[in-house]
T-cell receptor, first 114, second 114 residues
């Protein structure tokens, strides 16, 4: 049982490049989400999904796309990277049908956009 | 809308001293409350949660927190800290009607000195 896995661990992009951050979980969780972590701002929700085929925007969705074709995978796409997207990205998953809504976090992807 | 405020961005403390990390929240609906810990260069790990019942909840590593509904607070305490408790701590809430959507505070950096 690997929990929540994220790849890559580190990435450097040039402005305007696109890329996909991968996230997978093997706990059969329905709910998956992406957060970004910036100093002094805590974690902010980018996008989330309550099940395969269903996604919705969080607090800071601009510049990011998601899709959920399977229960296990929830990739995050940066369409045209900007320096403001330099951040640490975390994927999380949980059961969604009721509390305790305990979310399990991946190890993170540190992204630098130059 | 909901918000979470962690009143201290940094808390330095000596080993074996007690510590309190303060958290206040604002919400028009009832919320579930959580504390997460992030060790350097790692993902987030759940310390403890309050869903209902007794307002004093105990978590891992000797931490506990008390929910105070009238003051909308959920402060985290430990009677005697260790060097290994050095980490960033995040308070978070999930509104009753938004299963899974964590709203984080800005984080408190706990630094335990010998």
């Amino acid at each position: 049982n690997a929990g929540v896995t994220q790849t890559p661990k580190f990435q450097v992009l040039k402005t305007g490049q696109s890329m996909t951050l991968q996230c997978a979980q093997d706990m059969n969780h329905e709910y998956m989400s992406w957060y970004r972590q910036d100093p002094g701002m805590g974690l902010r929700l980018i996008h989330y999904s309550v099940g395969a085929g269903i996604t919705d925007q969080g607090e800071v969705p601009n510049g990011y796309n998601v899709s959920r074709s399977t229960t296990e995978d929830f990739p995050l796409r940066l369409l045209s990277a900007a320096p403001s997207q330099t951040s640490v990205y975390f994927c999380a998953s949980s059961y969604s049908r009721g509390p305790p809504y305990e979310q399990y976090f991946g190890p993170g992807t540190r992204l630098t956009v130059t | 809308a909901q918000s979470v405020t962690q009143l201290d961005s940094q808390v330095p403390v000596f080993e074996e001293a007690p510590v309190e990390l303060r958290c206040n929240y604002s919400s028009s609906v009832s919320v579930y409350l959580f504390w997460y810990v992030q060790y350097p260069n790692q993902g987030l790990q759940l310390l403890l949660k309050y869903l209902s019942g007794s307002t004093l909840v105990k978590g891992i590593n000797g931490f506990e927190a008390e929910f105070n509904k009238s003051q909308t607070s959920f402060h985290l305490r430990k009677p005697s800290v260790h060097i290994s408790d050095t980490a960033e701590y995040f308070c978070a809430v999930i509104p009753y009607n938004q299963g899974g959507k964590l709203i984080f505070g800005q984080g408190t950096e706990l630094s335990v000195k010998p």
